[in-house]
C-alpha cells in the first residue's frame, strides 16, 4: 500500500516557540491531505483539510494562526504549531488521499513544556 | 454536524472469543466508511465499505455495512491477544473524503 512519512516523530520544545511537523507522501501524488489530533484516551480529530496550491480548510475551533498548513507540493505538507502551549501537546497525524483510500503517517508526539 | 457513535468504548475477552463491534453513523454525502486498527502509533487500515450487504474479509476479520439503517459492524473470531488495540471506524462524505471517527473501541483480548 502507500506510504506516508511524517517527521520528527517525536518533539519535545519550550512554551511560546514555534515547531514545524512534515507529512510526506512517499509513492504517491496526494492533491488533498489532512491533519487530525488525537489527545490521550480520545480519537482523531480532524484539524483541517490542506489542499495542493491553496489554501487549507480548517475545522470549527481550530485556530488558523495557531496552526498554519502549507501544501507546497503534491507530495508535502507541513504543519507550523505557532507559540505553542503545554495544552498544544498532542498526538499529530496526517494522512494522504488517494482516489479510494487514506493513508496514515505514523503521527508526531509534541510535548510543550 | 457528521457523527459516527462506536459501541461499545471497551471490550475484554479472552483468547478464543468472537467479538463483534459496532459503528453506527449520521453524514450528508455518505461516500465510504472505514475500520482502522490502531495500537501504540497511527491507525492502520482495515476496511472500506461502500456498498450494503457486502461483507468484505480479512483472515479472522469481516465487516459489513446496511446503508439502510447506518451501520456497521466488525467481526473478529478467535480473537489472539495481538488483537488487543483501539479499532476506529470513521465515515467519509463530502467532496474531499473528510474522515469523521467515532471515539473507538478499546478491545483487550486476555491470555
Not at chain 1, 76 to 104: G, M
Not at chain 2, 14 to 39: A, I, M, P
Not at chain 2, 45 to 72: A, H, P, Q, Y
Request: net charge positive.
Amino acid at each position: 500500500g502507500a506510504v506516508v512519512s511524517q517527521h520528527p516523530s517525536r518533539v519535545i520544545c519550550k512554551s511560546g516557540t514555534s515547531v514545524k511537523i512534515e507529512c510526506r507522501s512517499l509513492d504517491f501524488q496526494a492533491t488533498t491531505m489532512f491533519w487530525y489530533r488525537q489527545f490521550p484516551k480520545q480519537s482523531l480529530m480532524l484539524m483541517a483539510t490542506s489542499n495542493e496550491g491553496s489554501k487549507a480548510t480548517y475545522e470549527q475551533g481550530v485556530e488558523k494562526d495557531k496552526f498554519l498548513i502549507n501544501h507546497a507540493s503534491l507530495t508535502l505538507s507541513t504543519l507550523t504549531v505557532t507559540s505553542a502551549h503545554p495544552e498544544d501537546s498532542s498526538f499529530y497525524i496526517c494522512s494522504a488521499r488517494t482516489d479510494t483510500e487514506q493513508y496514515f503517517g505514523p503521527g508526531t508526539r509534541l510535548t510543550v513544556t | 454536524e457528521d457523527k459516527v457513535v462506536q459501541s461499545p468504548l471497551s471490550l475484554v475477552v479472552h483468547e478464543g472469543d468472537t467479538v463483534t463491534l459496532n459503528c453506527s453513523y449520521e453524514v450528508t454525502n455518505f461516500r465510504s466508511l472505514l475500520w482502522y486498527k490502531q495500537e501504540k502509533k497511527a491507525p492502520t487500515f482495515l476496511f472500506m465499505l461502500t456498498s450494503s450487504g457486502i461483507e468484505k474479509k480479512s483472515g479472522r476479520l469481516s465487516s459489513i455495512l446496511d446503508k439502510k439503517e447506518l451501520f456497521s459492524i466488525l467481526n473478529i473470531t478467535a480473537t489472539q491477544t495481538g488483537d488487543s488495540a483501539i479499532y476506529l471506524c470513521a465515515v467519509g462524505g463530502g467532496s474531499n473524503y473528510k474522515l469523521t471517527f467515532g471515539k473507538g473501541t478499546l478491545l483487550t483480548v486476555n491470555p
